[in-house]
T-cell receptor, first 112, second 113 residues
């Protein structure tokens, strides 16, 4: 158990819908990262937050957004969902900047 | 553009023998490398890392070797145990200001009892 929690574990929804994925980092960790893993792909970096502020962006679609709240939990919002958005979404956290990232168990999103 | 490559999708090794997993990278700005292990239905678990100023790092049964000139790293597991059966991901990170991890596509390691 890495100490990073993600909810929900599974999510099934329809095209065009909007969903919110939630991540609670390890106690004391200030950095939160979001990654997407599609079928047979490695993990792709989406976005990073540090202490409530956006720090880096990867190949995140404009339909996707995220934020980190004052209690340091983070949410990833996915809207106008398409079939291709079906994937595993992982959250990771680290104490600060440049530290080892520890991953949560992931949320499996299925768009029908 | 796959900046981190794991060219072997799968590897089978007899229990007790050495497992060697390989990883190549193309971006010379990477300065820190990590290996993660992943079981089904779980998130990646950190295994071991190495800074670009080193060429070897050891932690118990796990050793990572880095050859900067060849842009190649490898993970050695000795001796291999059945619990090592998992997917192993190589990841690379830039320096300060670029902390995102760039992952390879993974190698599925199967340890044969």
């Amino acid at each position: 158990d890495s100490g990073v929690t993600q909810t929900p574990k599974h999510l099934i929804t329809a095209t065009g819908q909007r969903v919110t994925l939630r991540c609670s980092p390890r106690s004391g960790d200030l950095s939160v990262y979001w990654y997407q893993q599609s079928l047979d792909q490695g993990l792709q970096f989406l976005i990073q937050y540090y202490n409530g502020e956006e720090r880096a962006k990867g190949n995140i679609l404009e339909r996707f957004s995220a934020q980190q709240f004052p209690d340091l939990h983070s949410e990833l919002n996915l809207s106008s969902l398409e079939l291709g958005d079906s994937a595993l979404y992982f959250c990771a956290s680290s104490p600060g900047i440049g530290d080892t990232q520890y991953f949560g168990p992931g949320t499996r999103l299925t768009v029908l | 553009d796959q900046q981190v490559k794991q060219n072997s999708p799968s590897l089978s090794v007899q229990e007790g023998r050495i497992s060697i997993l390989n990883c190549d990278y193309t971006n010379s700005m990477f300065d820190y490398f990590l290996w993660y292990k992943k079981y089904p239905a779980e998130g990646p678990t950190f295994l071991i890392s190495i800074s670009s100023i080193k060429d070897k790092n050891e932690d118990g049964r796990f050793t990572v070797f880095l050859n900067k000139s060849a842009k190649h790293l490898s993970l050695h597991i000795v001796p291999s145990q059945p619990g090592d059966s998992a997917v192993y991901f190589c990841a690379a990170r830039g320096n300060f200001g670029n902390e995102k991890l760039t992952f390879g596509t993974g190698t599925r390691l199967t340890i044969i009892p």
